[in-house]
């Protein structure tokens, strides 16, 4: 039956329909009622997981503890430990990405060769053939130079885990070896700290609250030990007054009550130009130098003789009468305490300048207090057995003679890296093998680094990630990360100590550097017994006890090493360092006159010495400090940093940008005699006119290394304590015009 | 810039094309023949442009959902305007078949008033204060500038070639209407890119990015200027012209087309820091 | 509303270090693009002198929500604590949320074709616990204010440079502004 249409009934719908458009028409209802139940459909990604301990192994102060939470054989998420009471249960912004990097699809998962090397004709091979290939290696490099000698090392900081010392360890158990030897980030300080002190070592952190004034000099804590920032501020809400010492302005400076922007390494004027003032003044605490200190009489001579506020002043850029006050304050001000960051030591005088630092702190009595200090980092809770490390040569191994007669290894200096490959001869190096490090993307002079492995014959690399580094070696192997293996923390900041579980399996066939350690062992003495001592299995966890001793069970109050799977635990130490006065230097006091120095060709008293200066054709200075979203060529890379932090740039003041002819966003050409980089311009007045601003980092797939334009500048000390000059990053003099 | 939203450009043209047609159609032919022409020609071009505003969505298999909050949301009544048109559109058209005249017109009545009230909705979805440059009477007004413009241009043609389907649409009346929208469009978006220029600095945005593209130099060509051009040749053609209707329809979609899609594109969301 | 939850965003405290931004993806593994959380820089020129400031804003859920309001489906409801929520399944990704909020809270997931935002981590507040984001901040610049009808104000502003005009949602957010130091600069 055909249907009918009748009038009556449209008019009725229609009518019907009309009504309800005109009712809703005017919006009455404010509210929908909830479509659905209590689930909207946003699932907690840790929900009904396991958790696991762990600790963020990275070179950083913070050193953070860290949960691991575990559901099916998958890490679902991250998240602090709320025991430690420093990290106070939180991570960083890179911490939180971890999940990105455990699973990130450029993640290597397999040994890879390629050839010929540089190519990016990648080929997996097995695990086997990869041994095979090196262990032959090593056999006929020891045939044909009768030593181990032509194959180095390059091992740093990418992981900090007591058992990654095992790959020294590996080095060792195979022969004598060559080793970068130093480090570039810090050695300066630490020389000057240990001239002054008999070594470095800060108060604990925490301690911070209890500062009445607290100078933050060449440091900037709110991007790379944001842990930290909680005590200045709960210095502050008790009436502290924050300082921040700083070439430009800082994301800690923004925050200091006062912010004096110094010239760029003039730090040891300022802090002599205090000095003198506090001499003046008699706001010196006789009674602590007489009773800590040697060399103090002589340095208030060379006070009076040599350093007066005027001086100071136009050394570097800040007002006599700012430095005055400042002196004043930190003088009267009981107790306070000096940050002295890394950056700051980053330059020909660095050493120098902390030096003087130090003194400032002596002087006033502030050293060996609660809140106060010259705080610069420590190795307190770092006194491992390092039984990883420790590995027996193998018989019949040949190294350097030493004069004694006795042998070692050969070293090279890690901050002159492609150059000393290039040079040393009799034998000459001819192998790598580079693990947690990175040397072509955070070396100076990378250009010299790649033509050094141009004259190597195997280059091996162990990472997570095809980095620069890896991308020019011949074999790759994938690493662990630190959710997959079994590891010890300490930090150089804090005084906590934490156990690092295995939480999951590892990632495809990826293996933990001790782990390759034990295979290759067994790969060459199948190949020719005894030719290597590291032992060829064992359980990681059970190497974790190895690391402890009674002194630092004893350190930490636990009786047993696993006592740290139900948290970690704050070393027993005096919150003040250096309260009981005992120095570890030659005389058993401060020695602001050292008695050391000299014999490293430095001055005894922390004199002045003057800066690095730009030339005519490179006049402006350089800067590239850390920043939040990497750590060295470390997490810039993972997707979700990516997707916040796209791309690099450069920090230009506007007056010099002006000059230039450059525009925000506009991009820019950075370059001395030796390199250079194009990024975009950003004008902030953050900086000073004659310093420019970058970040370093690894963009994954940009080819922007702003190491291309830094030479391999030695820093004035670091030979003392860690066998090598340091590196003046901070003093890289370029130029800078508009491109496009 | 923001996303160009091609479907939305396509379905928002489209759709008003059909409406504008319909006020064309639906007084002078409604009721009376051609019933094809009268309704079931801007119901397809309606029902095309609806499919085509699916491929906006993110889930168009749940698009049915889009009529629930009519409440409060100008895309739910959007979505129910339409598809009232649409489907009174398709009464009529059966009420002509059936021989049902004035059944078929009072539907086809209902249908425009619908129709329009969509065009509005339309409008409105996109009168929001988070981008200034659409914050204003401007974006209701050039939504059914280009329902009025492109509905009695392909009326237009269709007379050609239906000599009867809209007896009015003949001779010069139509093209001096067209004349004068055309005008009005381009004092409207004169005045509207003034505004722009005291909006704040995302609406200043949005005018230096106009001004620096070509393709809004296209637009304007195409869809203001050769048109203008084009209805004064035919205002002096008693008869009309195909050729020159089919012209000025193109020249209009065009500039219609690429100015919807610069509308949706260089819009500036309210800035933050 | 029987109450507002809201954020409390303290620009003086605050270090621009994004532990919150990535906490929040940490919490629910988002995919790369979607940024439920936001740390935006405020421009240099809207200082009294040059310094880095930052402001970290998710969803305001506010108490005029332009979301709920535009949305053809009816996604989003206001929960009696003043939670915003989106029926995730229910969106049928129109984006016309993504269009009419004016702080961009809510994006499109390519991925999953859906609109996404923060929920104010409404399983972890009926559990009483702290939301990622706020348990996150190192220095507690970013805190859950439990209700913002009884929330005690001295120091906090409704707005700063660079927030978006509150009178069309009214966001369920209060900051405390940045506080000047002294800066002795070498180009002034």
Redesign the interface.
């Known amino acids: 039956m055909a249907y009918q ?1 009748t ?1 009556r009934s ?1 008019l009725k719908g ?1 009518a019907a ?1 009309s009504a ?2 005109a009712l ?2 005017y ?4 509210y ?1 009622a909830p479509a659905a139940a209590v689930e909207a459909g946003y699932p907690e990604a840790g929900a009904g997981a396991k958790v696991f301990r762990n600790v963020c192994p990275r070179n950083c102060y913070d050193t953070c503890s860290m949960l691991s939470y575990v559901k099916d054989g998958v890490l679902r998420k991250v998240s602090g430990d709320p025991v430690n009471t420093f990290t106070n249960g939180r991570l960083c912004v890179k911490g939180y990405t971890y999940t990105r990097r455990v699973y990130s699809p450029d993640r290597l998962k397999y040994p890879m060769k390629q050839e010929p090397r540089g190519s990016g004709k990648w080929q997996r091979i097995s695990w086997d053939e990869a041994l095979e290939i090196i262990a032959r290696k090593i056999l006929a490099i020891k045939k044909e130079y009768g030593s181990t000698l032509p194959i180095c090392l390059n091992k740093y900081s990418g992981n900090f885990d007591i058992l990654h010392y095992g790959i020294e360890g590996m080095m060792s158990s195979i022969g004598y070896t060559t080793r970068a030897l130093g480090t570039p980030c810090w050695p300066a300080g630490i020389d000057a700290q240990t001239y002054d002190f008999g070594t470095l070592w800060n108060n604990d952190p925490e301690d911070l609250v209890n500062s009445r004034y607290i100078i933050l000099w060449g440091v900037n804590p709110a991007w790379t030990s944001i842990h930290s920032m909680r005590f200045i501020y709960a210095a502050r809400e008790k009436g502290a007054k924050i300082v921040a010492i700083d070439p430009i302005v800082t994301q800690t400076a923004a925050k200091a009550d006062l912010y004096l922007q110094i010239k760029p390494s003039t730090d040891g004027a300022l802090a002599l130009g205090m000095a003198r003032h506090i001499l003046d003044n008699g706001w010196v605490d006789v009674e602590y130098l007489k009773a800590n200190a040697v060399g103090w009489e002589e340095f208030f001579e060379y006070l009076r003789r040599e350093v007066t506020l005027e001086w100071a002043s136009k050394t570097t850029g800040i007002p006599a009468g700012v430095i005055a006050d400042l002196a004043r304050e930190y003088a009267t001000t009981k107790p306070a305490a000096i940050w002295i960051g890394y950056g700051l030591q980053r330059h020909t005088n660095g050493g120098q300048n902390v030096r003087a630092i130090d003194a400032l702190a002596a002087i006033t009595g502030n050293v060996g207090k609660s809140g106060g200090g010259a705080l610069y980092g420590h190795l307190e809770t770092w006194g491992f057995n390092y039984a990883a490390m420790t590995m027996p040569k193998p018989a019949g191994a040949v190294g350097v003679k030493k004069p004694d007669g006795t042998m070692s290894d050969r070293f090279i200096n890690i901050n002159n890296f492609g150059a000393e490959l290039l040079n040393t001869n009799d034998p000459p190096i001819k192998m790598l093998w580079i693990a947690c490090r990175n040397p072509l993307s955070q070396d100076p002079e990378p250009q010299v680094v790649q033509k050094a492995f141009e004259t190597m014959d195997l280059v091996v690399t162990v990472d997570h990630f095809l980095t620069r580094t890896a991308a020019w070696s011949d074999i790759v192997l994938p690493a662990t990360t630190h959710f997959e293996e079994y590891g010890v923390n300490a930090s150089y900041w804090h005084y906590w100590v934490g156990i690092n579980e295995q939480a999951i399996e590892p990632y495809f066939e990826a293996k933990n550097d001790v782990q390759i350690a034990m295979l290759l062992a067994a790969k060459l003495n199948a190949l020719e017994p005894g030719s290597c001592t590291y032992p060829t299995s064992g359980n990681l966890e059970e190497w974790v006890g190895k690391e402890f001793n009674p002194k630092m069970l004893d350190l930490l109050g636990i009786s047993d090493y696993r006592e740290l799977k139900k948290g970690p635990h704050k070393a027993k130490l005096p919150p003040a360092a250096w309260a009981d006065g005992k120095f570890r230097t030659p005389s058993g006091k401060i020695e602001i006159k050292s008695s050391e120095a000299p014999k490293y060709g430095l001055p005894a008293l922390p004199i002045y010495v003057p800066e690095k200066q730009p030339s005519p054709e490179y006049p402006y200075r350089l800067f590239t400090p850390h920043w939040r979203y990497g750590l060295h060529s470390q997490f810039q890379n993972i997707d979700w940093m990516m997707n916040v932090s796209p791309e690099p740039y450069v920090e230009i003041h506007p007056a010099t940008a002006a000059a230039k002819g450059i525009k925000d966003g506009d991009w820019v050409k950075v370059y001395n005699e030796i390199g250079y980089v194009t990024l975009k311009a950003r004008i902030t007045a953050t900086t000073a006119p004659e310093v420019l601003v970058a970040y370093e980092a690894w963009y994954k797939d940009l080819n922007y290394n702003i190491n291309y334009t830094v030479k391999a500048v030695p820093s004035d000390m670091g030979k003392k304590a860690t066998g090598n000059r340091g590196l003046a990053f901070h003093d890289n003099f370029v130029n800078i015009e508009k491109v496009r | 810039m923001t996303n160009w939203e091609w479907p939305l450009v396509f379905f928002t043209i489209f759709a008003q094309m059909a409406v504008g047609y319909l006020v064309m159609v639906v007084p002078g032919a409604a009721g009376k023949a051609n019933p094809r022409w009268t309704y079931l020609l801007p119901a397809g071009i309606l029902a095309t442009a609806m499919v085509i505003s699916l491929g ?5 298999e ?2 049915y ?13 959007e ?3 339409f598809s ?1 048109c649409f489907l009174l559109l398709l ?1 009529a058209y ?2 002509a078949k059936g021989g049902k005249q004035p ?1 078929a017109r009072l ?1 086809a009545v ?1 249908a425009l008033a619908s129709g329009l ?1 969509g065009v509005l909705a339309s409008a409105l ?2 009168v ?4 200034p440059a659409w914050y204003n009477f401007h974006t209701v007004l050039t939504f059914f500038l280009t329902a009025l413009l492109l509905g009695p241009a392909l009326g237009m043609c269709l007379e050609q070639l239906l000599p009867g389907l809209a007896p009015w649409l003949e001779g010069g009346l139509a093209s001096r209407a067209l004349v004068s929208l055309l005008l009005l469009s381009i004092i409207s978006s004169l005045s509207y890119l003034t505004f722009l220029a005291a909006a704040g600095p995302e609406a200043r945005l949005t005018l230096t990015t106009l001004l620096a593209s070509p393709w809004w130099w296209l637009r304007v060509l195409a869809g203001w200027l050769a048109p203008l051009a084009v209805s004064y040749q035919l205002r002096r053609q008693e008869r009309g012209s195909l050729s020159l209707s089919l012209v000025l329809l193109l020249l209009l979609l065009a500039g219609e087309l690429i100015g919807r899609a610069l509308f949706y594109g260089t ?1 500036v ?5 | 509303m029987a109450k507002q939850l809201g954020f409390l965003v303290d620009t003086e405290k605050c270090i621009g270090c994004f532990s919150c931004e990535m906490a929040c993806k940490n919490e629910y593994q988002t995919e790369v693009k979607p940024r439920w959380r ?1 740390v ?4 240099e020129a809207s200082l009294p002198y040059p310094e880095r400031n930052f ?1 970290s ?1 998710a969803c305001n859920h506010c108490a005029d929500p ?1 979301c ?7 996604a989003y409801s206001k929960r009696e604590d003043g939670i915003v929520l989106q029926d995730h399944a ?7 949320c993504t ?6 809270a809510p994006q ?1 997931n390519e991925k ?4 996404e935002k923060c929920q104010l981590c409404y399983q972890k507040v009926d559990r009483n616990e702290e939301p990622a984001c706020v348990a996150a901040c190192p220095v507690g610049a970013l805190q859950l204010i439990k209700d913002l009808n009884s929330f005690p104000e001295p120091g906090t502003v409704k707005e700063l440079p ?4 509150i009178t ?1 949602t009214r966001p369920s957010v209060r900051f405390v502004p940045p506080r000047a130091g002294v800066q002795i600069r070498r180009d002034v």
């Open positions: 249409l009038r449209f229609l329909g309800l458009t809703t028409a919006g009455g209802l404010k929908a | 906006h969505l993110g889930h168009p749940n698009a959902r889009a009529l629930t909050h009519l409440a409060s949301s100008w895309l739910s009544r979505v129910l305007l009232l009464a059966l009420a059944l539907a209902l009230l979805i996109y929001l204060p988070a981008r819009a969301p309210l800035a933050i820091g | 936001r935006y820089q405020q421009r402001m804003l332009a709920l309001k535009v949305c053809p489906v009816g229910r969106c049928i990704g129109c984006r016309l269009m009419a909020c004016p702080y961009g499109y999953d074709r859906r609109v660079g927030f978006p005009d069309i």
